[in-house]
């Protein structure tokens, strides 16, 4: 009788441990959220991780016209200097702490007239896709369009 009660111990303890590591892979999952912003000529992409455990940024792909880029500065036709951008690949990678961000594009416009009329408009034509990972190594993977930016072009208000 002492042996069987030990080994349902035994098993009582093989499963709490189950239990317990999974309740801290889902308390320390990260959650992605891709933000976009254009307000006043600070136009930005960024991610965002508003999780309770760190994102492990893997890659990121943009889409424009069906091909995938690994960069941005390859889907847009803007001077590299005039705007700020992150690359992550299998060699660099970035982790975005909870309740933090990582930017993918950023720019601040003297003038929101033409100039920010362009960045708007080629920014509309891509699509970011994130793949990460939390510390647990389950992979994941955000997607959205920038269409967003083309919300006031002038295609887009004649429509209206």
């Excluded at 254009?38 to 960024?46: A, L, N």
């Excluded at 995938?68 to 036709?77: K, P, R, S």
Aim: include cysteine; proline fraction near 2%.
């Amino acid at each position: 009788m002492t042996v069987v009660i030990s080994w349902l111990a035994w098993f009582a303890l093989l499963y709490q441990v189950y239990l317990q590591r999974t309740h801290n892979e889902k308390s320390v999952k990260p959650l992605g959220q891709i933000d976009l912003e254009d307000r006043q000529g600070y136009i930005y992409v960024r991610v965002t991780n508003n999780g309770l455990g760190p994102m492990i940024i893997d890659q990121l792909f943009f889409v424009k016209e069906g091909k995938t880029y690994t960069a941005i500065e390859d889907c847009l036709d803007l001077y590299p200097r005039s705007y700020t951008r992150i690359s992550v690949n299998k060699s660099v990678r970035k982790v975005i702490l909870p309740n933090s961000h990582l930017i993918i594009f950023e720019t601040r416009l003297e003038k929101s007239g033409e100039d920010a009329h362009r960045v708007r408009q080629q920014l509309s034509s891509i699509g970011l896709q994130v793949a990460f990972r939390d510390i647990y190594d389950n992979k994941s993977t955000i997607k959205r369009e920038l269409q967003w930016f083309s919300r006031y072009s002038l295609a887009n208000a004649v429509e209206r």
